[in-house]
C-alpha cells in the first residue's frame, strides 16, 4: 500500500493568484496523477505527471494553468494559476501500488476562490 | 468517457446486502473491472477487483457475467458507513493505465 499526504488539505483564496498544492508519498512511484473533482461531480484526470519527464495532459487541461512539477519519485507539485471562482473544486493526487493493484488517493484539497 | 453504467443512486436498510450493478458491454478482453468508493468527498477507497473470475475480500464480493458485460458489488451486511457513492471502473490491471471515473452511484444505507 501507498500512504499519501496533501497540502494543504483547503484553502480559500482570492480570483488571480496562484495555489501551489503538495503531494507526497512514502514510497517511490513511478506515476502520479492529479485529479479535480468539481462540485457535485465525478473525478476527472487532469494529467500524469513522470519523474524526469514533463507531465502528460488530458484534454481540456493546459500547462500554464495547471503546471505540475515532479522532481523526484515521492514528490510532486500541482499549482493552479490565474484562479477564478470556476476553479473551486477538490484537487486530489493519485499513485499506483504497482503490478495489478489498486491505485491509491490522497485526502485531497479543497480549493475556494471568492 | 468511461467505459461503465451505473444508476445514480440506491438506497439499502442497514444489515442487508447491498448489490450494486454496473454494464461494462465493450470491455476488452485484458481490462479488468474495479471498484473504489467515496465517502463525502474524501480520497477514494479502492474496494476490489476482478477479471473474470468472482472476487471476494474482506470489504465486498464482486460479481462478473459470464460475458463480462456487466457486475455487481455486493456489500453483505451494510452499515451506516457504507454510504458513499461507488464507482465502477474498467482498466487494464497494472500500472501506467489513468483511471476514468464515471458518476457512480450513490449509495445511501438507512437505518
Known amino acids: 500500500s501507498a500512504v499519501i499526504s496533501q497540502k494543504p488539505s483547503r484553502d480559500i483564496c482570492q480570483r488571480g493568484t496562484s495555489l501551489t498544492i503538495q503531494c507526497q508519498v512514502d514510497?517511490?512511484?513511478?506515476?502520479m496523477f492529479w485529479y479535480r473533482q468539481q462540485p457535485g461531480q465525478s473525478l476527472t484526470l487532469i494529467a500524469t505527471?513522470?519523474?524526469?519527464?514533463?507531465?502528460?495532459?488530458e484534454s481540456g487541461f493546459v500547462i500554464d494553468k495547471f503546471p505540475i512539477s515532479r522532481p523526484n519519485l515521492t514528490f510532486s507539485t500541482l499549482t493552479v494559476s490565474n484562479m477564478s471562482p470556476e476553479d473551486s473544486s477538490i484537487y486530489l493526487c493519485?499513485?499506483?501500488?504497482?503490478?495489478?493493484?489498486?491505485?491509491?488517493f490522497g485526502q485531497g484539497t479543497r480549493l475556494t476562490v471568492v | 468517457d468511461a467505459k461503465t453504467t451505473q444508476p445514480p443512486s440506491m438506497d439499502c436498510a442497514e444489515g442487508r446486502a447491498a448489490n450494486l450493478p454496473c454494464n461494462h458491454s465493450?470491455?476488452?478482453?485484458?481490462?479488468?473491472v474495479y471498484w473504489y468508493r467515496q465517502i463525502h468527498s474524501q480520497g477514494p477507497q479502492y474496494i476490489i477487483h476482478?477479471?473474470?473470475n468472482n472476487e471476494t475480500n474482506e470489504m465486498a464480493s464482486l460479481i462478473i457475467t459470464e460475458d463480462r458485460k456487466s457486475s455487481t458489488l455486493i456489500l453483505p451486511h451494510a452499515t451506516l458507513r457504507d454510504t458513499a457513492v461507488y464507482y465502477c471502473?474498467?482498466?487494464?490491471?497494472?500500472?501506467?493505465?489513468?483511471?476514468?471515473f464515471g458518476k457512480g452511484t450513490k449509495l445511501t444505507v438507512n437505518p
Open positions: 465493450t470491455i476488452s478482453g485484458n481490462e479488468y
Open positions: 493519485s499513485v499506483e501500488g504497482g503490478v495489478n493493484t489498486e491505485a491509491f
Open positions: 471502473i474498467v482498466r487494464v490491471g497494472w500500472g501506467s493505465e489513468k483511471l476514468v
Open positions: 505527471a513522470n519523474q524526469g519527464s514533463e507531465a502528460t495532459y
Open positions: 476482478g477479471l473474470k
Open positions: 514510497s517511490q512511484v513511478t506515476m
